[in-house]
């Protein structure tokens, strides 16, 4: 995919996005212009951890940056080793609303998408159908999203890897309608427009059951890749 030369794309490892001060600072900015304030009028904060306590505890940080050097998003994610194979499971992505429908979120997941291809699984807990419908558009494979009834393989593969997953660890968790309910809530008032992502020309099928989500529950979003993934090991 070509990239837009708007924007530079940076990686780090994650504990060295942890020790950048610089990086850790702006990864908290973005999301808290993502999500506007609370009832208080204070910044939401990226869920009870610290910024840096996040990203020290996931693998990959990639942001993006314009040619002036501001961080305008961000994407981290973890790769996890299960019994039938690996995950890559993206623990957040945000983009600042005034550099949003740019493609700074399909670059930063197709970004990371070419540094895990041995991942059979890509999966994700969001509140925002908009990162599903980002996600759906990069990582080519059979998505599981919303009200879909996922195959047996799927909820087995979700609960062997939740201790793993800090977002979706612990917490209830709906293997029909592939939904959790989490202990936190970016957003807790009725007032949502400041982050809720426009509607796509031509939504998929699921989005309906995703749109409205209660506050405090999230979507799973799974897909596996088929034939697009890499095996670490070919087969001889």
Known sequence: MGQDNS???????????????EVVKAISHVFSNSFGNNPEGKPYRLGPKTTKARLESTGHVIVAQTQMAEIVGYLYARVINYSSGIVGWIDSVAVMPNHRRKKVATYLVDNLISRIPESKWVGCATPNPIAAFVITKVVKGTAYVGECNPPQEVIEMINE??????????????????????????????????????????????????????????ALLIIDRDNNFQPLISPT
């Open 7 to 21: 924007y530079d794309f940076q990686h780090y490892p994650a504990m060295e996005a942890a020790i950048n001060s």
């Open 161 to 218: 890897i939740r201790a793993k997953c800090p977002d979706i660890s612990g917490v209830d968790f709906n293997h029909r309608k592939l939904l959790v309910r989490t202990n936190f809530s970016p957003v807790s008032s009725e007032d949502t427009t400041e982050w809720s992502p426009p509607h796509p020309t031509e939504p998929p099928l699921w989005w309906a059951s995703l749109k409205n989500l209660p506050s405090d529950y999230e």
